[in-house]
């Protein structure tokens, strides 16, 4: 399994930006694929946005469509998320994960087929 550490959470304003990173550790990085989840309180935790290797294919549930934009550094094995036109919907404890391999484009949403999370990084929205 991968070691994950998520930074970058916050408290922000509506309409703000806030970038996530996830530093992994543990596991080829270039070989697995990687997402970011988040849980608001009294909801079950859903999917955000995934970016696989081979190539780098990135998939974003609806809710964050051209708000938010997920990257990779394979040299730096860094996961970000970069968050622009922030909603108070947007509030969320959020956590990246890694699978190792090559997810299926139908897979990534799934959060049953990623092996290792981090403790998550919580990010505020204010309205």
């Known amino acids: 399994q991968a070691r994950l550490r998520e930074s970058g959470g916050g408290l922000v304003q509506a309409g703000d930006s806030l970038r996530l990173s996830c530093a992994a550790s543990?596991?080829?990085?270039?070989?697995?694929?990687l997402a970011w989840f988040r849980q608001a309180p009294g909801k079950e935790r859903e999917f955000v946005a995934a970016i696989s290797w081979s190539p780098n294919n990135t998939y974003y549930a609806d809710s964050v469509k051209g708000r938010f934009t997920i990257s990779r550094d394979n040299t730096g094995n860094t996961l970000s998320l970069e968050m622009i036109d922030l909603k108070p919907e947007d509030t969320a404890v959020y956590y990246c994960?890694?699978?190792?391999?090559?997810?299926?484009?139908?897979?990534?949403?799934?959060?049953?087929?990623?092996?290792?999370w981090g403790q998550g990084t919580q990010v505020t929205v204010s309205s």
């Open positions: 543990g596991r080829p990085f270039s070989r697995t694929s």
């Open positions: 994960a890694s699978a190792t391999g090559l997810l299926h484009r139908l897979a990534v949403r799934n959060i049953k087929v990623y092996d290792s």
